[in-house]
């Protein structure tokens, strides 16, 4: 067995079972990709067994602190079948849900969506990588299904050194048989959404948003909404939750011609006058200040941005980014009219984010309250040693009344 030896002091964060090592705190030792290492403190101490990574600023992702446990097809096994009971503890109102998150779940670099009865997997870190093929069989074992779709194309594979890879990794076409279709439609709360699995963000979807779009649908119901907007709307999520609350119309706004295609599709799907929609293919922040200019006003806004700070390092230009719409969007809310803005920025933090919003409305010249404090998803979990994954937040801000 290969080992790595830690510089001194840097066995702190393993000793809090943080599951990462950076290459600066190793002092010596190495191995292929994936492969699995021993790791001690500098003293010699046993820390972890980790898998290796040659590539990555993230040396080593470590699977277990256990000393005698071995890293094999048994264990990583274990692992799968647990989080996918862990997931029976949620009440998910959904037959879209992901079944692992990585480092959340004791498998680092590893996503597992399930929709309907097809999986997806994105295989983001060296070891994952190297234990692939029993991975996939645990995977249809463990849920029963026969499909599982890989869709290992993020750019985090390039940190890892390794290159993308898509496609049919289980259940896919036999001899001349046609593949199967990679269009789904998963049901969620009271509607229905369509999704492509080979060519949508992440996996398909946006399943992280479930329980935020569910939240919206009730303000909506609640407060009576006419006027919405949704901003960054991708497929139409928080477009159909708007409708299913009753909201009178509907304006969406993505850059992405396709996706307006779908959402005007799930709209379709679910039933809805597509008269109490309008799509608009445009930027974002232009938009708001046309709507500016135009004297346009909204009962509620929501604002689902994509990733502006990956990390730390981009905190700096992501909060100037957030505190522009967020800015914008305060000044487009009737008095009493309600603010549903995330960030699912890694690099900004849940006070930070606070702070963002808090000085937009300052600038807008305006007064909030904060009504709610949002986040993702059960099946997408923080665990206490792992802060990390703890990506999505999201606050929803009430304008004072005049």
């Known amino acids: 067995m290969k ?4 510089r001194e002091g840097k066995e702190r964060s393993l000793l809090r079972r943080h599951p ?4 600066s705190a190793i002092a010596r030792g190495g191995a292929d ?8 403190s500098h003293s010699g101490a046993f820390l972890a067994w980790a898998a290796f990574s ?3 600023r993230i040396r080593a992702r470590v699977w277990s602190f256990d000393e005698v446990q071995r890293i094999d097809a048994a264990f990583l096994t274990t692992l799968i079948g647990r989080a996918i009971r862990t997931r ?3 009440d998910i109102q959904s037959d879209g849900l992901r079944l692992i998150h990585g480092e959340s779940d004791g498998l680092p670099g590893l996503i597992v969506d399930r929709y309907a009865d097809t999986l997806v997997a994105q295989f983001t870190s060296c070891g994952v990588e190297r234990w692939k093929d ?10 029963g299904l026969t499909g599982l779709y890989e869709r290992s194309d993020a750019s985090v594979r390039g940190l890892e050194g390794l290159p993308e890879a898509t496609g049919w ?14 269009e789904l439609t998963i049901r969620e709360h009271d509607w229905r959404l369509t999704l492509d699995i080979a060519t949508g963000h992440k996996t ?9 779009r569910q939240r919206f649908a009730t303000h909506t119901r609640h407060r009576k909404f006419q006027h919405v907007l949704n901003c960054f709307c991708y497929t139409g999520g928080f477009t159909v939750a708007a409708l299913a609350g009753g909201a009178g119309h509907v304006t969406s706004i993505d850059s992405s011609g396709p996706a307006l295609e779908r959402a005007r599709a799930n709209v379709a799907l679910n039933g809805f006058d597509a008269a109490r929609t309008t799509f608009l293919d445009a930027d974002v922040n232009a938009s708001l200040r046309g709507f500016i200019e135009a004297g346009q006003t909204f009962d509620a806004i929501i604002l689902d941005p994509p990733k502006f700070a990956p990390t730390a390092a981009h905190a700096d230009r992501a909060a100037r980014a957030y505190k522009d719409i967020n800015r914008l969007a305060f000044k487009l809310l009737v008095p009493g009219g309600e603010l549903f803005t995330y960030s699912c920025s890694g690099g900004i933090s849940a006070d930070l984010f606070h702070k963002i919003v808090a000085s937009a409305g300052m600038d807008a010249g305006v007064e909030g309250c904060i009504s709610e404090r949002l986040q993702g998803a059960p099946d997408h979990p923080m665990t206490i040693h792992f802060p990390e994954g703890e990506y999505l937040k999201g606050l929803v801000v009430v304008k004072k009344p005049e």
Do not use: M
């Open 54 to 56: 040659p590539s990555s």
């Open 204 to 212: 398909g979807f946006y399943l992280d948003q479930r329980d935020s």
């Open 3 to 6: 080992t790595i030896r830690l």
């Open 88 to 90: 029976a503890c949620f």
């Open 169 to 182: 990794l289980r259940g896919g076409p036999a001899g001349d048989a046609s593949a199967p279709p990679t």
């Open 33 to 40: 990709a994936g492969e699995t290492v021993r790791v001690e």
């Open 20 to 23: 990462w090592i950076f290459d």
């Open 134 to 143: 029993v991975i996939a069989d645990a995977l249809l074992r463990e849920t």
